[in-house]
Nanobody
Framework: QLVESGGGSVQAGGSVRLSCVTS????????VAWIRQAPGEGREGDAS????????YYADSVEGRFTIAQDDAKNTLYLQMNSLKPEDTAMYSC???????????????????WGRGTQVTV
């Protein structure tokens, strides 16, 4: 089960931190990710992490502005979002998939377990 929190409204240039309780997916061998979907648009993966390693992956559009991190003790995934832009406005969902491929993050639509999402409006 994945449960997100932390969204809201923020001015351009501001920051937001999203949290996702990732019960059952902190163990090694999973991709856990933050994926956005704006109205009328498809899903777009922003950042992912391969659990049990230090491998993180970012979309070009958020590289240098967003940081994904996990706290194993709290079973929680975070997305620190800085220098937010109006085009970052979207529903942000936490997603996970078990996949034996630490060097090849899957596309957004391949993730098999999803949270309900949290809205970020810039």
């Amino acid at each position: 089960q994945l449960v997100e929190s932390g969204g809201g409204s923020v001015q351009a240039g501001g920051s937001v931190r999203l949290s996702c309780v990732t019960s059952g997916f902190i163990e090694s061998g999973n991709y856990v990710a933050w994926i956005r979907q704006a109205p009328g648009e498809g899903r777009e993966g922003d950042a992912s992490i391969y659990t049990g390693t230090d491998r993180t992956y970012y979309a070009d559009s958020v590289e240098g502005r967003f940081t994904i991190a996990q706290d194993d003790a709290k079973n929680t995934l975070y997305l620190q979002m800085n220098s937010l832009k109006p085009e970052d406005t979207a529903m942000y969902s936490c997603a996970a998939i078990t996949l034996n491929a630490p060097w090849c993050p899957p596309p957004a639509d391949r993730f098999s377990v999803w949270g309900r999402g949290t809205q970020v409006t810039v």
